[in-house]
């Protein structure tokens, strides 16, 4: 149920509105600039709830905008998603199989740079196909991540690529949510917004595909050597049944739910049957009040991440609430005088949004009728002004290091060792697909770019 909530009001005005995002915003940095983990950024949401409390007119409707934001659908699903995620992951980290793919790939040559580059350009086709950037981590990380560390790639540039090719997919698929939404609330056909878009989009990823190309980061040669001295296991890479399950599950429309849960019935059955795992190493309990096996640490490995989006989506219902949104788009009708300054009304307006909700659709959606009248009266061609919102999206809220982009992307990093950790404020920087797709947009709002159809 996703049904309004009383607006709630806050004491010193906008000022106290703003001081829950203001002290997230301020721990955030902190805990940036400490190289901390996921865990740093759960503090910082969670001290900007508590500090809500001190600013709040009145507490009973705040408490209600806090259940609001956790009662959102998208809530439960990229929660669900994050634990069956963690679960196949196990299943196929734990076999065995990248190690073997590792020893293939560093005897093939196919290391460093090469493989950064290979690997956006997988997630780009993988993303684009699905339709899903959350999707597409958790089928990515899992195998080409490790792999490519093994074979000399640095960590953060790894998940810099596989973060870049699904904020291509998210901004260009056809099937993508914040394609449907952009072109929706222009009133924009659907085949159109794609193919003007590739205008945007397809530049974007040459120049991102170049820097990876060029500038990607290498590890010493002893990940290297390590992988090719390793020893491969044929048999593990029966375990790819899940990934494999998941993609044509996804590309059969089907929910991605339903797509994880078919890839870890799959990975369980392929496990057992070729003597990989055996049931106790899977699920065991050894007494003691204890439960132990693959699955359940898989499952208790989420907390950091789980915690952190409760507190984001809590958050979210105040912001919400609190009447945010509509003060945003005061600004944007305001600022919106002639042509050029409506289109930079409608960049800064999204990025906005979409970095304080993390969700470009929720973005998109809330300024989506604001954008329309407008655009409008200013002239600005409806499949402009969906460009313009779907791509601003796809370069803020990928930027930002609190949304899900950076947050799953580091805790699916980190499953596999402290030397493979990811801090999340440190992918912004090598998130090349959104820094590219900045320059655009700014090319296209002060030059002109693409702005005649």
């Given at each position: 149920m996703?049904?309004k909530?009383?607006?709630?009001?806050?004491?010193?005005g906008k000022a106290?509105?703003l001081a829950p995002?203001?002290?997230?915003?301020?721990?955030i940095?902190?805990?940036a600039?400490s190289?901390?983990?996921?865990?740093?950024?759960?503090?910082?949401?969670?001290?900007a709830?508590?500090?809500g409390?001190?600013?709040?007119k009145?507490e009973?409707?705040?408490?209600?905008a806090?259940v609001?934001g956790l009662?959102?659908?998208?809530?439960?699903?990229?929660?669900m998603?994050?634990?069956l995620?963690a679960?196949?992951?196990k299943l196929?980290?734990?076999?065995g199989?990248?190690?073997?793919?590792?020893?293939?790939?560093v005897?093939a040559?196919?290391?460093?740079k090469l493989?950064?580059?290979a690997?956006?350009?997988?997630?780009c086709l993988?993303?684009?196909?699905?339709?899903?950037?959350v999707?597409?981590?958790?089928?990515v990380?899992?195998?080409l991540?490790?792999?490519g560390?093994?074979?000399?790639?640095?960590?953060?540039?790894?998940?810099?690529a596989?973060?870049?090719?699904?904020?291509f997919?998210d901004?260009?698929?056809?099937?993508?949510?914040?394609t449907?939404?952009?072109?929706a609330?222009q009133?924009?056909?659907?085949?159109?917004?794609?193919?003007?878009?590739?205008r945007?989009?397809?530049?974007?990823?040459?120049?991102?595909l170049?820097?990876?190309?060029?500038?990607?980061?290498?590890?010493d040669?002893?990940a290297?050597t390590?992988a090719?001295?390793?020893?491969?296991?044929?048999?593990?890479?029966?375990?790819?049944?899940?990934?494999v399950?998941i993609?044509?599950?996804?590309?059969?429309?089907?929910h991605?739910?339903?797509?994880?849960s078919w890839g870890?019935?799959?990975?369980?059955?392929?496990g057992?049957?070729?003597?990989?795992?055996?049931?106790?190493?899977?699920?065991s309990?050894?007494?003691?009040?204890?439960?132990s096996?693959a699955?359940i640490e898989?499952?208790t490995g989420?907390?950091?991440?789980v915690?952190?989006?409760?507190?984001v989506f809590?958050l979210?219902?105040v912001?919400?609430c609190?009447?945010?949104f509509?003060d945003v788009g005061?600004?944007?009708?305001?600022?919106?005088?002639n042509?050029r300054?409506t289109?930079?009304?409608i960049?800064l307006?999204?990025?906005?949004l979409?970095?304080v909700?993390g969700v470009i659709?929720?973005?998109?959606?809330?300024?989506?009728d604001?954008v329309?009248?407008?655009?409008e009266k200013?002239?600005?061609?409806?499949?402009?002004?969906?460009?313009l919102l779907?791509?601003?999206?796809?370069?803020?809220?990928?930027?930002a290091?609190?949304?899900?982009?950076c947050v799953?992307?580091?805790?699916?990093?980190?499953?596999f060792?402290?030397?493979?950790a990811?801090?999340?404020?440190s992918?912004?920087?090598?998130?090349?697909?959104?820094i590219c797709m900045?320059v655009?947009?700014?090319v296209a709002v002060?030059a002109?770019?693409?702005?005649?159809s």
């Amino acid at each position: 149920m996703d049904q309004k909530v009383k607006k709630i009001e806050f004491r010193f005005g906008k000022a106290g509105k703003l001081a829950p995002l203001i002290v997230a915003a301020a721990m955030i940095l902190w805990a940036a600039f400490s190289q901390s983990n996921v865990n740093g950024y759960v503090l910082a949401f969670f001290a900007a709830l508590v500090t809500g409390i001190l600013f709040v007119k009145d507490e009973k409707a705040y408490g209600e905008a806090l259940v609001y934001g956790l009662s959102k659908p998208m809530f439960g699903v990229i929660v669900m998603a994050v634990i069956l995620a963690a679960i196949s992951g196990k299943l196929i980290s734990a076999s065995g199989a990248v190690q073997t793919i590792a020893v293939f790939v560093v005897e093939a040559g196919f290391t460093g740079k090469l493989f950064v580059a290979a690997t956006f350009l997988i997630t780009c086709l993988l993303a684009f196909a699905t339709g899903t950037s959350v999707g597409t981590y958790f089928v990515v990380i899992p195998i080409l991540f490790p792999v490519g560390v093994m074979a000399g790639a640095a960590p953060e540039f790894m998940i810099g690529a596989i973060v870049s090719g699904a904020a291509f997919g998210d901004n260009l698929g056809p099937i993508s949510d914040t394609t449907i939404a952009s072109s929706a609330t222009q009133h924009a056909e659907l085949g159109t917004v794609v193919k003007t878009r590739m205008r945007y989009s397809l530049p974007a990823a040459a120049g991102a595909l170049i820097l990876f190309l060029l500038f990607s980061g290498t590890t010493d040669k002893s990940a290297v050597t390590s992988a090719a001295d390793g020893t491969a296991n044929p048999v593990s890479l029966a375990m790819l049944v899940v990934p494999v399950v998941i993609i044509v599950l996804c590309l059969m429309k089907k929910h991605l739910i339903t797509a994880l849960s078919w890839g870890i019935l799959a990975g369980i059955a392929a496990g057992l049957l070729f003597g990989i795992y055996t049931m106790d190493s899977l699920i065991s309990f050894p007494g003691g009040f204890s439960v132990s096996g693959a699955i359940i640490e898989a499952i208790t490995g989420t907390a950091g991440t789980v915690a952190m989006l409760i507190a984001v989506f809590a958050l979210l219902g105040v912001v919400e609430c609190s009447g945010l949104f509509e003060d945003v788009g005061v600004f944007l009708s305001r600022f919106a005088k002639n042509e050029r300054s409506t289109e930079a009304a409608i960049v800064l307006s999204t990025g906005i949004l979409s970095m304080v909700t993390g969700v470009i659709s929720v973005a998109i959606v809330a300024l989506g009728d604001l954008v329309n009248e407008l655009g409008e009266k200013a002239g600005v061609n409806r499949y402009r002004r969906a460009n313009l919102l779907d791509c601003t999206g796809c370069v803020f809220c990928f930027l930002a290091p609190w949304t899900v982009h950076c947050v799953i992307p580091a805790q699916q990093s980190a499953q596999f060792g402290e030397g493979f950790a990811v801090a999340p404020a440190s992918i912004p920087f090598v998130n090349y697909y959104s820094i590219c797709m900045l320059v655009m947009l700014a090319v296209a709002v002060i030059a002109g770019y693409g702005r005649k159809s």
